[in-house]
Structure formats: C-alpha cells, structure tokens
C-alpha cells in the first residue's frame, strides 16, 4: 500500500455523516455547519526533505509555505481565512529553527487575516515537521465551491502559469489565490473547483472523479511558467493556482481581463465521457497520468 | 532557547486581538466567536520516541493517544468535542502502520463523537508522526472554563490518582475526562480548570500563573497512582486528569459523590500569595519545581 493508496483506503472508511458535517474528507476542506453559517477546516504538513529543503530555502520561507498551503486550500472553497493553528516538531538544539517557522507562518496568516490562536511545539532528534490546521468562513450568502459541482460542456481555466514550482522556488513564494477566487465567485458561478498541488494532470483528474465527468484539453492553451514545458505543467506539482470550471461565457468574460491582476486561462472543457483527453499539434489523445510526488 | 522558552516567546508574540478571538493561544483550547456560539480549537501531537514507544504500544494505542490528547484539552474547558482533523507522517515502508493509526484515532473519536473530518498523509525516511487538532463546541448556555479564572480561598481538586502514567502504560489507555467535566458544569461553578499533561506541581503553576494567584497543597491528600509515590504524582506528567478550583461547599459536595465515576479529590487551597506551597508531614515549604519532559 503506498501514501494515496492509503489516503483513499482512508476516504473509503466514511463514518462522517454525523450532524453538522456537510463534506467530510475528500475536497480541498471540510465543511461544517456552525451556528448560522458554515466553517472550512483544512490540515496540511510541511515536512524537510520532501516538502522543502531546509538548508536552501530556511525556516522563515518553510513556516510560509505551510501556512501558504492551507489558505490556498480555503481559496479553493471561494472561502476567508478566519484562524490557524500550528504544531511543530524541531530538531533537538536548533531551537532558533523555531522562530524562523514561527515568524514565516505568521508572515503568511497575518497577509491574509488569519491570526494564529493555538500551537504546539515538540524537540526530538529527526527533522522539521510542520502541520498547519487553518478554519475558513464563507462570505454571507455563498456556498463553498466544490471539486464535485462540474457539468459537461464547462469550460475549465486555470488562474497563473504552471509548470516548474519546484526548480524556481515558486513552492515557496506564491500567492494562495484568494483574491482571485474571491472576485471570481463575485462576478460568475463556478461550478466546481481545486487548486494545484499534486499537477494539473493528477487535481483535473480529481475534479472529474468528484463530478463525474470526464475533461478534454487542448494543450497548446496551457500557460507555461518560465522554463516550464508542457510535461512539467501538466506534472510537476505544486502550482498553487486555482482550476475551476464554469459556464463558456462566464469564462470568456473571466479570462478577458483576468482575476486580480492574476491573469485566467482557459484550458479545455469538461465532457459527458469519463475519461480525460488533450489535444496538441499530433491530434487527440489520452491526458498523461502523470503527476507529482513528494522526493522522497 | 529550550522548548519551553520557545514556548512561551511565541506566545508572547500576541497579534491575535483581532475580531472573533476570545481567547488565544495559552489555555488548553483557543476559544473563537462562531455564529451564535463559540468553538474551541485545540492542537496536540504525538511523535514516535517522544510522547510514544511504537515498538511497546503499536500504531494503534499510538494514534488513540493521539486523539485522546486533544479531547482532554476540549474537557479541560468543559467543552463538547465536534470534529477532528489529522496530519500524519509515516516511516517510508511502514504505510501499514497508517491504518493501525488511523484505527486508533477512529477508536478514541467515534468514543467521545468527534467524527474525523479531514486529514493529510505523508511518508518520510523518518519516525512517525501524528498531529492532531480539534473542534470543540459549548453546551447551550456554558462558558468555557479556562484557566484564568481562580480566586484566593477556592478549593483545589482533581479527579483520579496521579503518578506513573508512562511507567503504567496509562498514557496509552486513559479515559478523557468529557463526562466529568460535563457533569462537573451542571453540579457546580468552577472558576478554573487545566488538564494535567505536564504534571501537578507544573500545571497547578499554569493555573495559579493564568489566575495570579497561589495555592496550598497538602502533600497527604494528593491522591497517588498504583506504584507511585508523591514525587511521581507531582512530576511524571501524562496523567491527563482535570485539576479545577471552585469554592469550598461545592468542592466538598462534588469529592463526596465523584463526577461521572470517577473519584475527586481536594488537594488545598488557591491564596492570595502568588508562590506555590505544600505542606506535608514535616511542615510546610515551596512546592518543589518539579514536572515532566518529554524523554528526547
């Protein structure tokens, strides 16, 4: 049994359909109802040496990127930040390691209004672990954006440029997009959506497997990061973008003058059939299964 | 810098003023304003060789102690536990211990109705590790107990016998006390409450610190584990009993009856002074210094 091996064998326990639990494991965040509205909880873990490099990067962009992770999570429910809780586990004499952490996950929160109320701390003798849990608000009278709600004939877009994350130490400086998702469910309906942490090929995937349909790229539409071509966009990992799916009209207008200063574009479009598809400069074939997976 | 320090700088950092906070980091749970109600939010971990011997416990008892950790939090505010959400980090090759932890943690969440809503999974060339944060709610009508609430002349109680939790394997097996801190509420007016994880003489300063008073032990009432002796009641740690002041007459009437089966014992007073005492056979002298590290 490998780790998504597990993380599905996990999924399939179920057990979740007690009172107030409106999505359980499985989208970017649970949903919870409580009292007049609904509560995204999202948990995610930095770890050295498969997550960031420590030695390259430093603590202060480490603690960053753990925060980074989750509020891109609540972006991808169209949700607001509300707090963060963190536990972290530090090398045995370097202590200092944890101020570093601490100061990049408060870097990180307090960009986005999202204090941290709560923590622990443990010393041992392996490396850096990192695990942020991060609790998400809807604005009053939205719905959270599910992977689940896309409709065949949607058009699917893609906020940014992929591809390359990793080697350009984007992983450890971009922006979680909830700015862009903010102004997206303001001036359209998306229908469905994640964002890119494991490759456009491997999240598209999951967005068709939570909807039920199947998607049909073009490939010459997927916008490269610098140095980036298409293998590493469709694989590499880690983008942090948004992929939503929404009615062509919509996505035409949102792709017209982008969201937030962050430029949309539009990839493909979801199909009735299951299976996913791309279309470059040979013809039309099946979408690579590749994506990414953790160093090591 | 130890961890202890670290600690506390970081809770010294504040920036958590902002609206919907009403308590912060510093007592057993963040307490948060939700709708019509608050929410707890607690986050505690386990690693492997720190908080558990895997090779003596097993995956099992290693992710029930896990979730058992938090839900001692959630009862040392008299809270009611909702939902949890999980982090966990596996030893490359070892992916069948996933399941034995997540076992445990179902285990010890379904007991207490704390459905597990979400999680991530990782593997590493390192040791296990589990971190877990919860979601508590309050009954209808119940403010959370925290710490900071003890007067001079309150009595002093806790429930169950203290001492030798990690020598006894008690740490792996205890019960979070829900049911006693519940029926604690609806029987009497505590002013103050703290789980004891980091040992009696320790955490009863947690408390006498938060409420700025002191307190008054009498050593021959400390209520003593199987095997253990007073120094192991004040400093072993891991007993995850509830240590709560409350005046006098209700402290009486809850130690004649217990709460919930569990038996109560008065250990002394809360005073005026701000230093610890305990009297003993010998006469009366400072509360030795004494409390638990984690074994790394």
Redesign the interface.
């Known amino acids: ?3 998504r ?3 599905n ?2 999924r399939q ?1 179920g ?2 359909d ?1 009172e ?2 409106l999505v ?2 499985g989208d970017d ?2 949903v ?1 109802a ?4 609904v ?1 995204l ?5 930095v ?1 050295a ?3 960031v490099d420590i030695a390259r990067a430093g603590g202060r962009a480490a603690g960053r990127k753990a925060m980074a992770r989750n509020l891109s999570d609540i972006a991808a429910m169209a949700g607001v930040p ?2 963060a ?3 972290v ?2 090398p ?1 004499g370097d ?2 390691l ?2 570093e952490i ?1 100061a990049g996950l ?1 870097e990180a929160a ?1 960009a986005f ?1 999202c ?13 850096l ?1 990192v ?1 942020v ?1 991060v ?1 998400g608000k809807m604005p009053a009278g939205r719905e959270p954006i599910l992977r689940s709600g896309a409709r065949a004939g949607d058009a699917i877009c893609v906020t940014g440029a992929l591809g390359r994350s990793w080697q350009s130490g984007r992983d450890l400086t971009f922006t979680p997009r909830l700015a862009e998702a903010a102004e997206l469910v303001s001036r359209a309906t998306p229908s469905a959506m994640i964002d890119l942490s494991d490759g456009l090929a491997r999240d598209l995937r999951h967005l068709c497997d939570a909807s039920g349909t199947g998607a049909h790229l073009q490939a010459g539409a997927i916008p490269l990061a610098p140095g980036a071509d298409l293998a590493g966009a469709l694989g590499d990992g880690e983008d942090y973008e948004l992929l939503f799916t929404l009615p062509r009209a919509e996505a035409e207008a949102v792709a017209a003058t982008g969201l937030a200063g962050t430029p949309v574009t539009i990839l493909g479009e979801m199909t009735t059939a299951t299976e996913l598809l791309m279309t470059d400069s040979t013809g039309t074939g099946p979408l690579p299964e590749t994506g990414w997976e ?1 160093r ?1």
């Open positions: 049994m490998n780790e091996e597990l993380i064998w996990i326990q057990g979740t007690s107030g639990i359980g494991p965040c649970a919870l409580s009292g007049d509205g509560l909880v999202t948990v995610d873990q770890l040496g498969v997550h509300f707090v809780v963190a536990s586990t530090l045995k202590e200092a944890g101020c601490y408060r307090e209004g204090p941290i109320v709560g923590g622990d701390v443990a010393t041992w003798d392996n490396p672990t695990s849990t609790l953790h090591t």
